[in-house]
């Protein structure tokens, strides 16, 4: 009898565990699966709810009012409320980071989904918010939202803007994120206030997140030791899909970002707008595949198209080795990899200084070819920031072509450095034949004057142009000066395939080079190209006269060009390689100076 009790009692407990799962999911279900809210029911003064996350990572809910309605706001319909309640007084209004809050009013026999909150009033009433409808995240059709007439005192449309949002960047120092701003130049977007952290939360927070309507997220565009995110929040869950922020983010259509935990740490009072303030989590929730002009979007479950980097930077004191991953997105990467080569290169030196440097780039394509490069670079302010810009070229020409999708499987970059400027200057270039024959040897003589360093000569031995006649117009640049035949120092050659373009890449004029250049006829052509240790700049012409072989031997010689130029002695002689001596007395009379270069000048943030 009382083992036959035990076990009613056992099949009772049981059944009622099972009520209780059952009720627990149907209440889950009910709020991931609300109905939406028809439109053509809002009429002015009614009240529901919306929920966001606040600190502690606690769901919070907090009574709303509707007070009007327009259809134009945006190009789609827009619902005005007001937020109330103690939560919304402790926080000093509707937050950045709270874009995306679902919104319910009460429909039939329960609650029903208005939408999400998606604008607010800057240095306005914090307690006013807009909300974009369900329906049209889920890009409802004109039709189910045409003949409704707007109600309600709407306030200045111009003054309404998206919800700002809140931009986390772990590891990453703060002029990083105004590298950033650009990404931010054609989104409707406030990228502010930007957040900054040593790193994102614990794997135990991350373990334990649950995502539902109201969770923060970081949806995010750089992950791993630098980490870049824009927080906000989730609206809607519909079996494996999601929908979020109720604004875009960049708004550039189909995307691939990672959907990621947020955990929210304080909600900052403020006049302009309160903001949240929160960690990056790092576990993988989903992807972010659709950034429309009302709502993020996407599938949990799936994982995103990241491209892994690794950045390597090597100095005279320490070496430091960054890997991330940044969105396989050609429209983004020149900007995310500028910027994380700045926050290496800041993290490093710890200051914003002269110097120089020498990039190696490995690009690897999709098809496994490996595209390697090299530049070298030399800045008298900031040399960190003209590294991170010099990150970004060759995949900013890559992201720019007409031909073919870059397709970038992997990044490597590595960057070495000296806490000094390095760079030769051009002085002056003297022949030491002042007329020749076709495809004879002419010998030059350039003066090159090193960062605060003895002035050297370089003599190199140019064969001319078996076509060349008459007189000759022979160019000396440095590898920063443009070629004037060519505009971007290439081949000359019209690149029409994407083959062409990386083969373009892989050979063009370095900054280090000495290159030596002419006109024959309306053809320009590259006569020689050296590299030196570092990079050249300044540009000299000297005119030679081209002859039959008759002529030059009647003819008397004298050198060409500045006839001031000293010859190199036997023990400063150079080789046709273009090795370079000391002059000895100075060829320059007047002393280096601290004034950049002309090629210096960077427009940078």
Do not use: C
Request: no cysteine.
């Amino acid at each position: 009898m009382l083992r036959d009790k035990l076990r009613t009692v056992r099949t009772l407990f049981g059944l009622v565990l099972l009520l209780v799962l059952l009720f627990v999911l149907g209440a889950a279900h009910a709020q991931n699966y609300a109905q939406d809210y028809p439109l053509a029911n809002l009429q002015e003064g009614q009240r529901g709810y919306a929920l966001t996350t606040g600190p502690g990572d606690v769901i919070e809910r907090f009574g709303i009012v509707v007070l009007g309605m327009q259809y134009d706001a945006a190009g789609f319909p827009l619902v005005l409320i007001r937020a109330e309640g103690d939560f919304i007084e402790r926080s000093g209004g509707v937050a950045a980071g709270m874009s995306g809050s679902p919104v319910y009013l009460p429909y039939g026999s329960g609650d029903a989904l208005l939408g999400a909150i998606g604008y607010t009033f800057p240095n306005s009433d914090h307690n006013l918010a807009l909300v974009t409808p369900i329906e049209v995240m889920r890009r409802a059709t004109p039709e189910r939202i045409g003949g409704l007439e707007p109600f309600g005192d709407f306030p200045p449309l111009s003054d309404a803007v998206p919800v700002a949002t809140p931009i986390l960047i772990a590891g990453a120092s703060e002029r990083v994120g105004r590298w950033l701003e650009p990404l931010f130049v054609n989104s409707r977007v406030t990228p502010l206030p930007l957040q900054l952290s040593a790193s994102g939360a614990p794997e135990a927070a991350d373990a334990n997140f649950t995502l539902r309507p109201g969770s923060a997220v970081s949806v995010q565009l750089v992950r791993g030791d630098i980490t870049v995110g824009a927080v906000g929040t989730v609206t809607l869950i519909e079996d494996n899909r999601f929908w979020a922020f109720g604004h875009p983010l960049l708004g550039d259509g189909d995307v691939s970002f990672a959907l990621a935990p947020a955990y929210i740490s304080y909600i900052v009072p403020s006049t302009v707008v309160p903001f949240k303030l929160a960690n990056n989590g790092q576990r993988i929730l989903g992807r972010v595949s659709q950034d429309r002009p009302y709502a993020l979007s996407g599938t949990l479950g799936a994982d995103p198209d990241f491209v892994p980097v690794t950045l390597t930077l090597n100095g005279p004191a320490r070496s430091v080795t960054k890997r991330f991953e940044i969105s396989a997105d050609e429209r983004y990467y020149p900007e995310l990899l500028a910027a994380a080569s700045l926050q290496a290169f800041d993290e490093t030196i710890e200051a914003v200084s002269a110097g120089s440097a020498e990039l190696a780039w490995e690009l690897t394509l999709a098809d496994g070819e490996v595209l390697r490069l090299l530049a070298q670079l030399s800045d008298p302010v900031d040399i960190a920031g003209a590294v991170a810009q010099a990150a970004a070229e060759p995949l900013a020409v890559l992201s720019d072509n007409p031909f073919a999708d870059p397709e970038l499987s992997r990044i490597n970059l590595s960057v070495s450095y000296r806490k000094m400027q390095r760079y030769n200057e051009i002085v002056s270039v003297s022949a030491e034949q002042s007329e020749i024959a076709p495809g004879e040897l002419l010998t030059l003589y350039v003066r090159l004057q090193p960062y605060r360093a003895e002035p050297t000569v370089r003599t190199l031995r140019v064969a001319l142009p078996e076509d060349a006649t008459g007189t000759l117009d022979i160019v000396v640049r440095g590898g920063l000066e443009l070629s004037a035949g060519e505009g971007d120092g290439g081949s000359g050659d019209d690149i029409l395939s994407f083959t062409e373009l990386l083969v373009a890449l892989r050979d063009r004029v370095q900054s280090s080079e000495l290159i030596v250049e002419t006109y024959v006829g309306d053809d320009w052509q590259r006569l020689e190209r050296i590299t030196l240790d570092d990079p050249v700049y300044g540009e000299e012409t000297i005119t030679v006269t081209v002859t039959s072989s008759e002529e030059v031997a009647a003819a008397p010689s004298e050198p060409a060009g500045t006839p001031s130029t000293p010859v190199p002695s036997d023990n400063g002689s150079s080789d046709d390689s273009g090795d370079s001596s000391p002059i000895d007395p100075p060829i320059n009379d007047t002393p280096p100076t601290d004034d950049p270069p002309p090629w210096s000048s960077r427009d940078r943030p």
